[in-house]
């Protein structure tokens, strides 16, 4: 089966097809293009390659977040719109169990944290199960950035983009992955989204949402400046 994958929770966005456990390929969203502006590009390219149709497609798969408000939101419609298109089944993904997958095979649990912002970050806890996959220890969930780093002991490894904006916290409290394994990528989402769906565990296109897990900084100011609506 193959399938097509969709990563845009964050600037570094990419998109991969995976057949078999294989990546056929994996392609990285246009620096310094809107991801709305290089998304289907991408997909097309990517399909390009492979002597592939969108029709071939037989599931696809997106990162749902958490991360960015915009990104996410462009990420999840185009992934709606091509499963219905095609009429393949569609898996949501959970971005920080991504982030989780790149840890390094002697790695058996990790922290993953992302940019909440005010000062606030995402944390989830995952850990490998019998057979190795990484799965959440615990639900996602939006904490102070001190509060956070309060809870650390010497037992945590951590990873993900929050670590750019909230490291200098963790220094001398625990373990942290090397920087090249803080960005989810394409590929883990597909992989993560043909174990869903082996187990099940597909999406509706017509109600899944990002996983904001928080309202952005625009609607609490809307809701200041216009109370009661």
């Known amino acids: 089966m193959l399938v097509l994958a969709i990563e845009t929770s964050g600037p570094l966005g990419s998109v991969a097809l995976l057949e078999s456990d294989r990546v056929l390929a994996e392609h990285s969203l246009e620096p310094g293009k809107k991801h709305a502006q290089s998304l289907l590009p991408t997909i097309r390219q990517a399909l390009a390659d492979c002597g592939r149709s969108p029709r071939d497609v037989g599931l696809t798969a997106v990162s749902i977040g958490p991360g960015s408000y915009t990104g996410l939101r462009v990420g999840v419609v185009c992934a709606k719109s091509f499963a219905y298109a095609v009429q393949c089944p569609l ?46 220890s615990s639900e996602v969930r939006v904490v102070r950035a001190e509060d956070w780093a309060a809870e650390l002991t010497e037992s945590c490894t951590l990873a993900g983009p929050g670590l750019e904006k909230f490291g200098a916290l963790a220094a001398g409290r625990c373990s942290v992955l090397p920087a090249e394994f803080w960005v989810p990528i394409a590929a883990n989402v597909a992989r993560l989204g043909a174990h869903s769906l082996a187990a099940g565990l597909f999406a509706d296109p017509w109600s899944i949402e990002p996983l904001y897990l928080r309202r952005s900084s625009a609607e609490v100011q809307w809701e200041k400046l216009h109370p009661g609506k």
């Open 91 to 136: 898996v949501a993904v959970d971005t920080l169990r991504a982030i989780a997958c790149n840890s390094p095979p002697e790695l058996s649990c990790i922290e993953v944290i992302a940019d909440a912002q005010r000062g606030d970050l995402f944390a989830g806890q995952y850990g490998r199960n019998a057979t190795g996959q990484w799965i959440g």
